[in-house]
């Protein structure tokens, strides 16, 4: 057993590391990169961030985990990590529905693109995106801090989640059950709705374009973003809105793996390796960084 917890533990490790530097990487190149100052990387570099909160809020506790095996954390602790969880994830909806909004406007509207999607408008719907996802975080967190625990605090799971706090509860959780549920259509299933019918207009209007090399351009400038989404939102949907009748403990865990410490991790290579602007941009840094160390020498 000490074996597989230590094999876990390295993983985790190697995982969370990999996915800081990945995500912190990008977040330099389109900060320091002029080629890459266009809204498309304004969003896709506070995906990173938020990604970076996301895997140091849920990591280093499963981390812990893994070494120690039973550990222990105090009730504001939970109600804590619970809260920034909720609010990241709520973030990443809406940050992906405007980033579905911007690959909209600049294949369906590309003479309107500049003229609409200024950089003060994208600075108002990060904002606004954050806003949302800290007010809506704050309604389970508050309801579920009221709930009594007076049996079991054990929590069988990776993490302060929604589902395993409520079944440790002692309370009559019906209500804040419901009022889950009316949450994931705002948080969730809209934002959802909002990227299908996006994306429909998009490849509608990729299908009209007379050009093939037109239509492999506009559909790589996208290709990036929608794989993201399949992975959070297949990952996130499997969570929370299917039944869990017939579904082990094991699966549940596995699946919160998928999006918090996995999705965060693959999405710098998502965009890294189908994206030739970030990778020219790694390969300019590259270079500078090697002339700056060959004139030390």
Known sequence: MAILNLLLFTLVLIIYIVTI???FLIVMLVYYSKTLHSPMYFFLSQLS???IMLTTDISPNMLNI???ERTSISFSGCITQFYVFSTIEAFECFLLTVMSYDRYLAICSPLHYTSIMKQSLCIKLVLASWIFSCSMALIPTLSISQLEFCGSNVI???FCDFNALVELS???TSKIQIEATLLSFPVLILPFLVIVVSYTYIVLTILKMSS?????KSFSTCSSHLTVVFIFYGTL???YLIPKKGQSQMTSKIMSLLYTVFTPFVNPFIYSLRNKEIKDSLKMLYINKRR?????W
């Open 21 to 23: 530097c990945g995500n």
């Open 49 to 51: 961030i938020s990604d």
């Open 66 to 68: 893994a070494l120690h």
């Open 156 to 158: 069988d799971y990776l």
């Open 170 to 172: 002692s309370s009559d």
């Open 212 to 216: 093939f090399s037109g239509r492999l």
């Open 237 to 239: 949907i499997s969570a």
């Open 292 to 296: 700056f160390f060959q004139n030390l």
